[in-house]
Nanobody, 122 residues
Framework: QVHLVESGGGLAQAGGSLRLSCAAS????????MGWYRQAPGKQRELVAA???????IYANSVKDRFTISRDNAKNTVYLQLNALKPEDTAVYYC????????????????WGQGTQVTVSS
């Protein structure tokens, strides 16, 4: 079993920054595909960013050049740096993990965190 705990959400002004963290624990290996989804009120959950087992990154067009995903394998932690925030970035952000990127990009990652709220004011 894998346990994911997000932190770092909160309130920011438009143009500001936040950094989300996700610590993984349990039956994990050093190489796993990880990512972040988000869900805004009344909208479908969407993939924001993902990190493949080889270290390649994938970003939604809406966040490209503003958000950065990274990981620290020694700490089993993945990060999402959110810069140049916009009100439309307001959502609950979920950390996800799976053995392959295919499951994450396909919307079916095996493990989800509980979510952390990001609110961006205009």
């Amino acid at each position: 079993q894998v346990h994911l705990v997000e932190s770092g959400g909160g309130l920011a002004q438009a143009g500001g920054s936040l950094r989300l963290s996700c610590a993984a624990s349990g039956s994990i290996f050093s190489i796993n595909a990880m990512g972040w989804y988000r869900q805004a009120p009344g909208k479908q959950r969407e993939l924001v960013a993902a990190l493949t087992t080889g270290g390649a990154t994938i970003y939604a067009n809406s966040v490209k050049d503003r958000f950065t995903i990274s990981r620290d394998n020694a700490k089993n932690t993945v990060y999402l740096q959110l810069n140049a925030l916009k009100p439309e970035d307001t959502a609950v952000y979920y950390c996800v993990l799976d053995t392959t990127i295919r499951e994450i990009v396909g919307g079916n990652p095996g493990f989800w965190g509980q979510g952390t709220q990001v609110t961006v004011s205009s």
